[in-house]
């Protein structure tokens, strides 16, 4: 039972924190926040997806890492070093 309490808070974690990207995301200014946000939701994604051992999930949620990564690259990152 605490085991399923865990996935539930896990969840609802992972969904708070994909509307709060899908939020900001929006805005030319926080765009690069929200990639970030996005980014440490697919993370999250992938725990839970091999936990439960949704591989193909799992796999999708890590070229979503990958795409949100370029994201914050290209609207955080790229000022500073380029």
């Given amino acids: 039972m605490a085991e399923a309490t865990h996935s539930k808070q896990f969840e609802i974690v992972i969904a708070i924190l ?5 939020g900001i ?4 200014e926080l765009i690069g926040w929200g990639f970030v946000v996005f980014a440490i939701v697919n993370f999250l994604s992938i725990i839970f997806f091999v936990g ?3 591989y193909w999930l799992a796999a999708l949620a890590f070229y979503f890492v990958v795409v949100d990564s370029i994201g ?3 609207h955080l990152l790229q000022k500073f070093f380029i």
Avoid: A, C, T
């Fill in 72 to 74: 914050i690259w290209i």
């Fill in 52 to 54: 439960r051992k949704m």
């Fill in 25 to 28: 995301l929006p805005f030319p």
């Fill in 18 to 22: 994909g509307m709060i990207g899908g």
